[in-house]
């Protein structure tokens, strides 16, 4: 009896590009898989996202490059090594028409593992000022439980995680013509908003006939 082999989210993402930029991803894809062999696969904010312990790393593909999203920390600690390449606070572009380095995405990813593992194993059990006990391992006072309920159920602000709903608030970002203001630079420069919640936002402003700043 044949086995169907399954396709994953991951898979149908990259099947969207053109062979040749589908051939890239895909080994782009199995550098971090072999670099985190016991994370996740998923598509995070609309774009191919491996988890462990919390967001791992995350990757997608462009009309010219691709984009690899290690997070502030990644970033930060192998930026000399990637001094070559575009970088933004959480994010490097590897152009399309350059080799990939893939000894360095699985050197960073396994930074990564690393650091998330870490974290996992210090994490302690809180409690918050309404009763809700829950573990992290940050300083971060926000008890996921009320911040759930205080999450919108309508409108672009729902379709965020807790953290860049929070960096938009903290700019005082509640409404679609407060976000056209911005320029999706300006926003990569908030601290918990990733470039995975880029895609949702411009969804959002196109809706509305808006569009981010220039």
């Known amino acids: 009896m044949m086995i169907k082999k399954t396709i994953n989210a991951i898979d149908l ?20 898989r072999k670099a985190a062999p016991e994370a996740e696969e998923k598509i995070g904010y609309g774009i191919p996202t491996f988890v462990l312990h919390g967001n791992l790393v995350h990757f997608a593909g462009y009309k010219h490059h691709i984009g690899f999203y290690p997070g502030a920390s990644g970033i930060a600690t192998f930026s000399k090594e990637m001094a070559s390449y575009k970088q933004s606070k959480g994010a490097v572009q590897f152009p399309l028409d350059q080799p990939l380095p893939f000894t360095l995405i699985t050197k960073i990813t396994k930074f990564r593992v690393k650091q998330n593992t870490e974290k996992e194993k210090k994490k302690s059990l809180r409690t918050c000022p309404q009763g809700h006990t829950y573990y992290k391992s940050t300083d971060c006072p926000t008890c996921p439980t009320c911040e759930a309920k205080r999450k919108p159920e309508t409108g672009f602000l729902a379709k965020l995680s807790a953290p860049a709903r929070r960096a938009l608030e903290g700019k005082k970002i509640k409404t679609l013509k407060q976000l056209a203001k911005f320029s999706e630079t300006d926003l990569l420069e908030l601290h918990g908003l990733g470039p995975g919640s880029i895609p949702t936002l411009r969804s959002a402003l196109k809706e509305e006939g808006l569009a981010f700043k220039k």
Do not use: G
């Open 13 to 32: 993402y990259i099947a969207e590009f053109p062979a040749a930029t589908q051939k890239l991803l895909r080994q782009v894809c199995d550098t971090i």
